[in-house]
């Protein structure tokens, strides 16, 4: 029954950083694989980036590898995603997601979400 909010977008420059956030509640965050997804207008919702239960394991879009890293932290329910050489085109939506954690890395089917926050990236 995990819930889960955003934080952190905003405007920034192209070249610049941002690092997004998400607060979980619910006693099954632990054991929950979470991912980054984005939705940038008049396109469909895209994998960003995931990241296993243990955190043992990372997975990205070829997108933003390099670029972006994906974290969590169980003991404090939070999953962040720091964002750095910021590209006009990763100016989305970004949404935080969990789903079970049958260790599919990329075929992982989340089923819960938040509510996104807007990450702008003007050039």
């Known amino acids: 029954q995990v819930q889960l909010v955003e934080s952190g977008g905003g405007l920034v420059q192209a070249g610049g950083s941002l690092r997004l956030s998400c607060a979980a509640s619910?006693?099954?965050?632990?054991?929950?694989?979470m991912g980054w997804f984005r939705q940038a207008p008049g396109k469909e919702r895209e994998f960003v980036a995931g990241?296993?239960?243990?955190?043992?394991?990372?997975y990205y879009a070829d997108s933003v590898k390099g670029r972006f890293t994906i974290s969590r932290d169980n003991a404090k329910n939070t999953v962040s995603l720091q964002m750095n050489s910021l590209k006009p085109e990763d100016t989305a939506v970004y949404y935080c997601?969990?789903?079970?954690?049958?260790?599919?890395?990329?075929?992982?089917?989340?089923?819960?979400w938040g509510q996104g926050t807007q990450v702008t990236v003007s050039t």
């Open positions: 997601a969990a789903g079970p954690d049958y260790g599919l890395g990329y075929k992982t089917r989340y089923d819960t």
């Open positions: 990241i296993r239960w243990n955190g043992g394991s990372t």
């Open positions: 619910g006693r099954t965050f632990s054991n929950s694989a």
